[in-house]
C-alpha cells in the first residue's frame, strides 16, 4: 500500500488538532502520562473559574424583592437542577451536595462546550500578529480552545463521577454491605452455588463501573471532537479561495451557510451534551443508593 500524500488541507486539519503540550510536539502515542496539555488545563480551569464567579455572583445579589433577569436565570437553572435531582436521588442529604454539582457540571461544560463556537482560525491569527505562534517553535504555535475535545478532560471529570459513585455505595451500603454485594449481585445466590457465581459477580460489577466511566466521559469526547473536525472541514471551503472566479465565489458562499447553520446546530449540541453528562452524573449517583 502506497503511503498518504500529505496535503495541505490534511496538514491544516492536523495543526490545528495538536495541542499545546509540554512536548512542543505532537503526540506520538496514544497513552502517554507525561504528556500535560496546557492549552486544555488553561481553557478548563478559565471556564471553571468563571462558572463560579457567576454563581458566587447570583447567590450575593440574590434578593426577595423583584429579581432581574440574571437572578431570574439562575434560578430557573437551580430549580431544574433541583427537581432533576428529586426525582433521581431519593437520599435528601445527598440531594444536598449533588444538586449544586449536577449545577456546576452544566454551566461548566456548556461554557466549555460554547469555546467550540468561536472561529477556528482566530485563536490562531491573534497568535500570529502577537509573534506567539506564527512558525513552528514558537510558544504557541500548537494551540487547541476546546478543552473537551481533548481526551483528558471528560475522562478526567467522568472519573470524578466513578469516585463519588463508589464513595456513596460504600456511605450508603457500608463497607461491609458494599464488598458483599460485589460478590452476590446481579446473579445472586445461596451456599455452594454462591461461591462459583461470586468470581463472574464481581468481574461483572467491575465492567459496569468501568463501562459507566468510560462511556460517559467518550460521549462528551465524541461528539465535541466530531464538531470541531466539522468546523475545520467547513473552515477549508473558505480557505479555497484563488480569486474572483464562480469556482471560488461558490465555495465562499457555502462556506459561510454551511458555518452558520452548523454553528447554530451546534448550540443544541453544546447543551444537549452538557446536559447529558449532567443527567448521568445524577443517574450515577442515585444508583449508588440502590441494590441490585
Known amino acids: ?12 486539519i492536523q495543526h490545528h488538532l495538536v495541542q499545546l503540550n509540554s512536548l512542543a510536539r505532537p503526540q506520538d502515542h496514544i497513552v502517554n502520562f507525561n504528556i500535560v496539555n496546557y492549552d486544555s488545563l488553561f481553557w478548563s480551569i478559565l471556564t471553571g473559574l468563571i462558572v463560579l464567579y457567576f454563581l458566587w455572583r447570583a447567590a450575593r445579589r440574590a434578593t426577595t424583592d423583584v429579581p432581574g433577569r440574571f437572578q431570574m436565570s439562575i434560578e430557573m437553572l437551580v ?6 435531582a428529586k426525582s433521581i436521588i431519593p437520599n435528601e442529604i445527598t440531594r444536598k451536595f449533588a444538586a449544586p454539582l449536577a449545577l ?25 500578529l502577537t509573534g506567539l505562534g506564527a512558525t513552528h517553535g514558537d510558544p504557541l504555535y500548537y494551540h487547541r480552545i476546546l478543552p473537551t475535545a481533548d481526551l ?9 463521577v466513578l ?6 455505595g460504600i456511605k450508603i451500603k457500608h463497607p461491609g454491605g458494599w464488598v458483599k454485594e460485589l460478590f452476590t449481585a446481579p446473579f445472586h445466590a ?10 463472574f459477580n464481581f468481574l461483572l460489577n467491575i465492567i459496569e463501573y468501568v463501562a459507566k466511566c468510560v462511556s460517559l466521559g467518550m460521549r462528551l469526547f465524541g461528539n465535541m ?5 466539522l468546523f475545520l472541514l467547513i473552515a477549508l471551503l473558505g480557505g479555497a479561495w484563488t480569486g474572483f472566479n464562480g469556482t471560488s465565489l461558490g465555495l465562499a458562499f457555502g462556506h459561510i451557510i454551511a458555518g452558520s447553520a452548523w454553528a447554530i446546530f451546534h448550540v ?6 452538557a446536559y447529558i453528562f449532567m443527567m448521568l452524573t445524577l443517574v450515577y449517583i442515585g444508583l449508588a443508593h440502590e441494590g441490585h
Open 1 to 12: 500500500m502506497a503511503d498518504a500524500v500529505s496535503t495541505p488541507q490534511s496538514e491544516y
Open 190 to 199: 445461596h451456599g455452594i452455588g454462591a461461591i462459583i457465581l461470586a468470581p
Open 225 to 229: 471532537y466530531a464538531g470541531e473536525l
Open 152 to 160: 483528558n478532560v471528560p475522562m478526567g471529570m467522568s472519573l470524578g
Open 163 to 168: 469516585v463519588l459513585m463508589l464513595y456513596y
Open 79 to 84: 430549580g431544574m437542577v433541583a427537581e432533576e
Open 104 to 128: 456546576t457540571i452544566f454551566i461548566w461544560i456548556s461554557l466549555m462546550n460554547a469555546l467550540d463556537l468561536v472561529p477556528v482560525d482566530l485563536m490562531g491569527a491573534i497568535f500570529r
Open 268 to 273: 443544541l449540541i453544546v447543551l444537549l451534551q
